[in-house]
Structure formats: structure tokens, C-alpha cells
Nanobody
Framework: VQLQASGGGSVQVGGSVRLSCTSS????????MGWSRQGPGSQRREVAR???????VYADPIEGRFTISADNNKNTVYLQINRLKLEDTGVYYC????????WGQGTLVTVSS
């Protein structure tokens, strides 16, 4: 399985970004698809996941700034991030739980003031 992430870039505080992750395999074959972020000098941490049952799980659901979604026809998973903060800066990795966890190459989001 190959996962190709895209959509990162430089964004100002308060702005929005939509990340995409396209899978070489049908995402419907996965148990879950998700996104993790690795900030500067930090460990990689899960941000959001979408289960095969359609449940959306967020690391910080209270804020409500992250939305994970999928287009099964395109085998693509998206992560919309609104009201960006400086601490959202990092490399965002998509992943999928197929026979094992597969990782994409990451896409960099840089938030500046």
C-alpha cells in the first residue's frame, strides 16, 4: 500500500488548510485511516482518525478545528484544519491500518503570524 499526502504549505494564523491522502489500495479495505502530526522537536501524535465503521475520532474534539473525511471513490482521505494556530505547525502524516499500519511520506504545514 502506498499513501501519498499533499496539501501542505505556509499558512497564516487563523487560516485554513486541507490535506489530502490518496491510497494505492481501496481505503474501504482499511480498518481505519488517519492523520498524525509531528511538530518541531516533538513526537508524532495522532490528530484524527476515521474508522471503517464511519466514526470520526479526534485527539482534541473540543476545539472542533479538525475535520477528517473521505472520498471512497477516490481512495482519498482529507484533513481540514480551520483557525490555524502556530502550534499546528509540523509534518502531517497520513496512515492507514490495512494488514499493518502503512504511512505516507508526510506533508509540511507551516503556520506563521
Amino acid at each position: 500500500v502506498q499513501l501519498q499526502a499533499s496539501g501542505g504549505g505556509s499558512v497564516q494564523v487563523g487560516g485554513s488548510v486541507r490535506l489530502s491522502c490518496t491510497s494505492s489500495e481501496s481505503i474501504m479495505r482499511s480498518n481505519a485511516m488517519g492523520w498524525s502530526r509531528q511538530g518541531p522537536g516533538s513526537q508524532r501524535r495522532e490528530v484524527a482518525r476515521l474508522t471503517s465503521g464511519g466514526s470520526r475520532v479526534y485527539a482534541d474534539p473540543i476545539e472542533g478545528r479538525f475535520t477528517i473525511s473521505a472520498d471512497n471513490n477516490k481512495n482519498t482521505v482529507y484533513l481540514q484544519i480551520n483557525r490555524l494556530k502556530l502550534e499546528d505547525t509540523g509534518v502531517y502524516y497520513c496512515w492507514g491500518d490495512f494488514n499493518k499500519r502503512e504511512w505516507g511520506q508526510g506533508t509540511l504545514v507551516t503556520v506563521s503570524s
